[in-house]
């Protein structure tokens, strides 16, 4: 973008979709990169959400699953982050050519992605979370893992093999009317 302006503009002259082929001189060239550009948008939200909520294993699973599960729950996570690293730089490349009409149109399908995503969230059948077992039945949403056993004498920061956990749930504490 040698020729590129350097403030926002309106101007469609010279003006190309991320790759030279991909003019945007007529309005249906700059309708398909509009509709483009929200697709992009969309999945980039997409999958951030499929990274942070579907994609994400406690460490307790994680360490419990075979060897091979663990490989494929790294690998898929790892792609899936390449696949969300791109479509953002790409959506920021967007940006940058200060193009008026293509920044609205990034802001605009970010923000309305990211509503169709917390929509989602929010009706999610797991609105509590992992504690909804503990919901009205006399715990708080706390819990303590405890360890017993003896540390090794050579190796502070591992426990024995024979060492245990369990985990305790903390009562809840009514102050007021909550329940």
């Not at 350097?6 to 082929?21: A, G, I, T, V, Y």
């Not at 994680?62 to 899936?80: A, K, P």
């Not at 917390?118 to 009205?136: A, V």
Request: net charge negative; aromatic share 8%.
């Amino acid at each position: 973008m040698e020729n590129g302006k350097k403030w926002f503009h309106s101007d469609n002259q010279d003006l190309h979709l991320l790759f030279e082929p991909l003019s945007l001189t007529e309005s249906t060239e700059l309708a398909t990169a509009y509709i483009s550009i929200a697709i992009i948008c969309a999945l980039e939200r997409g999958v951030t959400y499929l990274l942070d909520n579907k994609f994400h294993k406690s460490s307790e699973k994680l360490i419990n699953s075979s060897v091979g599960e663990r490989v494929c729950y790294v690998v898929t996570r790892t792609v899936l982050y390449g696949v969300a690293t791109t479509l953002r730089l790409l959506y920021m490349l967007v940006v940058m050519y200060f193009n008026t009409g293509l920044f609205i149109t990034v802001v605009s399908s970010l923000t309305l992605s990211q509503l169709v995503v917390e929509l989602i969230k929010s009706s999610g059948p797991n609105k509590t979370g992992p504690l909804k077992k503990f919901q009205n039945k006399g715990y708080s949403d706390l819990s303590i893992v405890a360890q017993t056993g003896d540390m090794d004498d050579d190796e502070e920061d591992e426990y024995d093999t024979e060492a245990q956990t369990k985990e305790y749930n903390i009562p809840k504490i009514v102050i007021s009317g909550e329940s």
